[in-house]
């Protein structure tokens, strides 16, 4: 943010960030040394910076009644930083280790408080009009769009190409490549960035998919083993099948997670050239997929997944006299009664549609996929063809029945 609101506001001139240090360019709100930065005779509009819940913020504050960007981000990925931060800057405390420290995060022991008493107080704020609210996800998603609603709420307008501009400045790899912001020019005394670099990662871990109902309670007990009656949630992220919060979001009680764990993380593995969108020559997709194929079938018990070919373990899939077969996808299912993951071909469509282009900018594989019921899923192919599954184990015996009372049995009966 630092970065960003700088560049808006000078119409994407580098020159703010190019030669100011970010402490001074947009200083902290509760730093001592702001006070001698003498801010009241800089121009209007200023910049400052700060981890304040709303209540902690000055009487002034509320009287003025400034813009604010609050921005949040998933609060793992908060105490991972905060964890690390920690551990290199000499003003704060030693974390000890990191099991110590999470139950100091979760218990709001930490400097500014609860991560969760700190979102509701901004989201619970007078005067929203004066504040827009965005997720860091939100950013690492689509950064332009995420600058270009940031100015509207501003008020600078800025055409294309300043947003371009102001979106690459301010990718991650970018920023950490600029000593006026990647905190290189702080002593090491202050910031020891041998042990945790300022700008360490730029990644973030959001579920994939979470359930908006709970698992009926003898599905949950199924799933876990146990005979069990509690509120849940099904979720799933790229490193696990399936997990399941047990508690969640009903229960005041600390809740427990139960996870389905992948040998590799969907995430570390990269699109291969020959492997989706053959449609589309250029080859692969230049940003991330805006939508993730994945859906619970809560009655059957299931997490149902599309993926492209090359993160389905083939080798393990087909006996090594098979060839797998062109595919626009997989329907990986999870079955969480049998512990089992079945992997099931969608076939490659043989022509293109005015869908083409667009589904290979919003899916990963040639296929989107949605929920259809409770026992099945629907996919939408980039030629256009839609196809209707069902893995439910009760659904396919009932279509089975349905099946042989349609065409009859070998019993001699007609056909009906």
């Not at 509207?152 to 501009?165: C, P, T, V």
Request: hydrophobic content about 35%; overall charge negative.
């Amino acid at each position: 943010m630092r970065e960003i609101v700088p560049l808006i506001m000078s119409g994407g001139d580098p020159a703010p960030v190019d030669t100011i240090v970010n402490w001074n360019r947009v200083p902290w709100l509760e730093g001592q040394q702001t006070a001698s930065l003498k801010l009241e005779q800089r121009p209007s509009p200023r910049l400052l910076t700060t981890h304040f819940q709303y209540n902690m913020m000055p009487p002034s504050f509320f009287e003025v009644k400034p813009k604010v960007i609050y921005v949040t981000r998933n609060p793992k990925d908060v105490f991972t930083s905060s964890f690390h931060h920690h551990d290199a800057a000499s003003v704060l405390v030693d974390p000890g280790p990191q099991t110590q420290f999470l139950h100091k995060f979760l218990d709001g022991k930490v400097l500014f408080g609860s991560w969760f008493d700190h979102v509701k107080s901004w989201l619970n704020a007078e005067d929203e009009e004066h504040i827009m609210h965005i997720s860091y996800e939100q950013m690492i998603m689509d950064l332009k769009d995420s600058v270009c609603n940031m100015a509207q709420f501003l008020q600078k307008s800025l055409d294309d190409e300043a947003i371009e501009k102001i979106a690459d400045r301010c990718l991650f790899k970018n920023m950490k490549k600029n000593n006026m912001s990647n905190y290189s020019t702080a002593s090491r005394e202050l910031l020891d960035q041998t042990k945790s670099e300022f700008l360490r990662k730029a990644e973030e871990s959001v579920p994939q998919m979470v359930s908006s109902e709970q698992l009926p309670n003898e599905n949950l007990s199924a799933a876990l083993d146990q005979k069990i009656v509690s509120p849940n949630r099904i979720l799933s992220d790229s490193g696990s099948f399936a997990r399941i919060v047990v508690g969640f979001p009903d229960l005041v009680s600390p809740n427990e997670v139960y996870s389905f764990k992948r040998p590799v993380d969907l995430s570390e593995v990269r699109i291969a050239e020959g492997g989706p969108n053959t449609f589309l020559r250029g080859g692969l997709r230049s940003s991330t997929p805006k939508r993730d194929n994945c859906v619970s079938l809560l009655s059957a018990n299931q997490v149902v997944r599309a993926l492209p070919p090359n993160k389905v373990p083939l080798k393990e899939v087909y006996p090594k006299d098979v060839t797998p077969p062109m595919t626009a996808a997989y329907l990986e299912v999870t079955d969480l009664n049998s512990k089992k993951v079945k992997y099931i071909p969608v076939p490659r469509s043989v022509t293109v549609s005015p869908y083409t282009g667009w589904l290979s900018k919003v899916s990963e594989s040639d296929v989107l996929l949605s929920d259809l019921g409770s026992g099945g899923v629907v996919t939408v192919d980039m030629g256009g063809y839609v196809r209707l599954w069902e893995t439910g184990l009760d659904n396919l015996q009932r279509s089975l029945m349905e099946w042989r009372n349609m065409i009859g049995t070998e019993d001699g009966r007609p056909l009906q």
